[in-house]
């Protein structure tokens, strides 16, 4: 099996260096080039390279850097302990939300946002418990 990275193992300047290089580059070569170049970068995370070419046919290069930047900074305060992996989910989950849901679907009110998060959590907590009781089963034997 070939050696594969994910977007874990990417520093952010890492990160920005390439999405502004697709950036750059998507203006002065072709696709199949760009995609030989940043093919690293296209394994760890297709969605971001996609991102970066869709955001140079649109011309909303400023607002793919703002949202690339948002979820940096979100990983990196979990990384530094300032937010838990499933606040982190939830905080970048509601603000691609925000962008692209729901102005074709409206905002959920309060009450639905907070049914949400509670439905979320109990899913969360099953989820841990069935965890638990696989390894107690595990070592049992």
Known sequence: MENTTSMKDWTAQDIITSFNGII???KNINAKELEIKYAKFKEANDK???IAIDSVATGKVQE?????????KARADMQNGKMTKLTTDMFVGNQLGKKYIYPKTNTPSADDYKKAIDQIKEKVKQND??????????NSE
């Open 64 to 72: 793919a850097f703002a949202m690339l930047q948002m979820m940096l």
């Open 24 to 26: 750059r580059d998507a």
């Open 129 to 138: 418990l069935e965890d638990r009781q696989k390894e107690l089963e595990a």
């Open 48 to 50: 971001l390279y996609n």
